[in-house]
């Protein structure tokens, strides 16, 4: 399976982005699908994933409530809604697959990772 991240950008506080990630290679339905993040100086971080029905979510404490991921498995896309985006938001942000219906905040379980795309979050 091969991600294809994007979406990214500056934005000022308080605003939104929609990071994408296309997938091309292996059936699609078949993967659970996370977005994750990494800020300069620190760990790559979970931020939240989807089943790959799409039936279970699950998000970071830090982004619940403001983010939402979704998928359309007829574009082979899943996606990341954020919304009252704050300076600590910025970071790059990695789309990843796993091979797997059921998802993990796990990042070690994830199979595939995109190249990533930045969000920079001004104040």
């Known amino acids: 399976v091969q991600l294809q991240a994007s979406g990214g950008g500056l934005v000022k506080a308080g605003g939104s982005l929609r990071l994408s990630c296309a997938a091309s290679?292996?059936?699609?339905?078949?993967?659970?699908m996370g977005w994750f993040r990494q800020a300069p100086g620190k760990e790559r971080e979970f931020v939240a994933a989807?089943?790959?029905?799409?039936?279970?979510?699950y998000y970071a404490d830090s982004v619940k409530g403001r983010f939402t991921i979704s998928r359309d498995n007829a574009k082979n896309t899943v996606y990341l809604q954020m919304n009252f985006l704050k300076p600590e938001d910025t970071a790059v942000y990695y789309c990843a697959a796993r091979s797997s219906r059921f998802t993990t905040t796990s990042a070690d379980e994830y199979d595939y990772w995109g190249q990533g795309t930045k969000v920079t979050v001004s104040s």
């Open positions: 290679g292996r059936t699609w339905g078949s993967y659970a």
């Open positions: 989807i089943s790959w029905s799409g039936g279970s979510t």
